[in-house]
């Protein structure tokens, strides 16, 4: 089955500053990796996806990159703000499997 | 507005007395999934129903069992409450085009054993 390691556990950085978490997978067949933010108490809210397809998203201040030949996508936040601590998942899928494998979770703290 | 509905949000069970968590939806998804997490941990999947399909984890506990008699409903009981169940209960839906899409969580049950 799927493996999906996750790095760093916890990251802190200054406002303003970016932030980088990292992924690793294990199944060559997966082809979706999807990013989660959770703020405590709160359900998982999807902030950006990336399919196998593509080796870059960005949505304003978040991008994903994705590296198929190596196995491993990162999250990269730029210009952070402290209402972006909250604790991030990485996941990744492959279509047939349909469930997605977390990541164990980085825990962000933006410090104002 | 289409959404994933969970109740109740607070649960405070006795420890050995059965519980049903339940989770509707109005996305007409048909895939629904049932997801435990404990504090400082991932979501763990227990199982998800693929329309009417029912795929159980391979480390799912018997304690916990599944219903869904329709596709906008799901329940999960749980029949003999540990206090090592104690959790965030999270429902998600997706729906299945032959490629996997975004799964959208419920705001969860929080199970308290005593």
């Known amino acids: 089955g799927e493996n999906v390691e996750q790095h760093p556990s916890t990251l802190s950085v200054q406002e303003g500053d970016s932030a980088v978490i990292k992924c690793t997978y294990s199944d060559s067949a997966s082809n979706y990796f999807p990013w989660y933010k959770q703020e405590l108490g709160k359900r998982p809210q999807l902030i950006i996806d990336?399919?196998?397809?593509?080796g870059e998203k960005k949505d304003q201040r978040i991008a994903v990159t994705l590296n198929k030949t190596a196995k491993h996508f990162s999250l990269h936040i730029t210009e952070t703000q402290p209402e972006d601590s909250a604790v991030y998942f990485c996941?990744?899928?492959?279509?047939?499997?349909?469930?997605?494998?977390f990541g164990s979770g980085t825990q962000l703290t933006v410090l104002p | 507005d289409a959404m994933v509905i969970q109740n109740p949000r607070y649960q405070v069970t006795q420890f050995g007395k059965p519980v049903t968590l339940s989770c509707s939806q109005t996305?007409?998804?048909?895939?629904m999934y049932w997801y435990q997490q404990k504090s400082s941990q991932a979501p763990k999947l227990l199982f998800h129903y693929y329309d009417k399909d029912f795929n159980n984890e391979a480390d799912t506990p018997d304690n916990f069992q599944s219903r869904r008699p329709n596709t906008s409903f799901c329940f999960l009981d749980i029949r003999s409450p540990g206090l090592g169940d104690a959790a965030m209960y999270l429902c998600?839906?997706?729906?299945?085009?032959?490629?996997?899409?975004?799964?959208?969580f419920g705001p969860g049950t929080r199970l308290t054993v005593l």
């Open positions: 998600a839906t997706s729906q299945d085009r032959g490629h996997f899409n975004e799964q959208f």
């Open positions: 996941a990744a899928s492959s279509g047939s499997a349909r469930q997605l494998t």
């Open positions: 990336i399919r196998s397809n593509v």
């Open positions: 996305l007409n998804h048909n895939v």
